[in-house]
């Protein structure tokens, strides 16, 4: 009879997936972009109460990417087809892109913005927004936030693949923000260098005759700086980069005076965005869900986004490197399944059933 009653309450608890989406995406959105601004707001003031020779120093990088996660069951309006840099093919599936703050070589990573691309329409209408425009009004949007609440950011340092190189929106950053959006180059671009001559993308990714330079800031790099010229981009600043095993590539921005180590450094911080995706998917389980409408979906990934600010801060700050996060969810799913449940009055959702209960 108790196993009964108990099989009872269980049907009656709330539907996870009428939980999720009790509130539109809007509001989950909200949510999401005011968690990234509670966290980074102290942290800039902190620093903004330092020396100008500190602020210009702070480590504070922008990181753009998009990720396609597989979706299960019944196909929403989100779902479309998508090319997966991960897997190197089209797949089925949904579009994600998302805006992180990256703190110092990875100390800490902050989601600030996710936003889920809608395909194209098949019939007649203009196209939907793409990844580029995305991430322009993230953008846009994340640093008028942080101003209406006092804050002056300095100009932003945004990385992004090459699949983000696009000339309005590296020159809007640069007018709009006086930031700079850096990018890796690709094979078929063509540049004008300032002694005259002509090269190609191809020939930064190849070519071995450059003038190379080393940095105690960056140990075992290898780089170039080049000023050239694009008929796409105009006046550019160029980075050729060799690293010991490691392709020879180059990355590339509107001109500026930053730096050649300090663009490196910023550039080798895009990979903790990789890192979320990766933690999304396969230790969060994002495509396992079974939703079935638009803002139940988005509050299931505004969570899972929340989950992975939660391990990368427990596991980078708070254990300092000695547990992993793959360590901290087994021992999580380990040590949950011996939570007193009767105490909590949780035995519908308790993994095992004590001997009492059943």
Request: charged share 25%; hydrophobic share 40%; proline share 5%.
């Amino acid at each position: 009879m108790r196993k009964r009653a108990y099989a009872d309450r269980a049907l009656s608890l709330p539907n996870p997936s009428r939980l999720l989406g009790a509130l539109p995406k809007r509001s989950w959105l909200k949510r999401l972009r005011r968690l990234g601004q509670e966290v980074l707001e102290p942290l800039w003031r902190h620093a903004a109460s330092k020396s100008e020779a500190t602020r210009s120093r702070w480590q504070w990088t922008w990181v753009a990417d998009d990720s396609v996660f597989k979706k299960y069951g019944e196909q929403l309006g989100l779902v479309g087809t998508w090319w997966s840099g991960q897997e190197h093919r089209v797949l089925s599936g949904i579009d994600g892109v998302l805006l992180v703050v990256v703190i110092g070589e990875g100390k800490l990573v902050v989601p600030v913005d996710f936003a889920i691309r809608r395909p194209d329409p098949t019939g007649p209408g203009a196209p939907c927004r793409d990844k580029l425009h995305w991430v322009q009004v993230m953008l846009d949007g994340r640093m008028a936030a942080f101003r209406r609440r006092g804050v002056e950011l300095p100009p932003p340092l945004v990385v992004a693949d090459s699949w983000f190189s696009d000339s309005k929106l590296m020159r809007h950053v640069a007018t709009t923000h006086q930031g700079t959006f850096l990018v890796e180059g690709k094979s078929t671009y063509v540049f004008a260098l300032a002694d005259g001559r002509q090269v190609k993308g191809e020939d930064l990714q190849h070519q071995r005759e450059w003038p190379w330079r080393d940095s105690p800031q960056i140990p075992g790099v290898r780089y170039v700086r080049l000023r050239a010229t694009s008929p796409t981009y105009g006046a550019v600043t160029v980075i050729v980069v060799k690293e010991a095993d490691e392709n020879q590539f180059y990355i590339m921005c509107i001109e500026t005076a930053i730096s050649g180590p300090r663009l490196i450094r910023g550039w080798k911080r895009r990979h903790w965005i990789e890192h979320c995706f990766r933690t999304l998917k396969h230790l969060l389980a994002t495509g396992a869900c079974q939703v079935h409408n638009e803002d139940a979906y988005y509050g299931h990934l505004v969570l899972r986004l929340m989950g992975c600010l939660v391990l990368f801060y427990t596991s980078r700050v708070i254990c300092k490197g000695r547990l992993t996060m793959e360590e901290i969810i087994f021992s999580l799913k380990h040590y949950w399944r011996f939570v007193d449940c009767e105490s909590l009055e949780l035995q519908a959702l308790s993994w095992e059933m004590s001997e009492k209960a059943a």
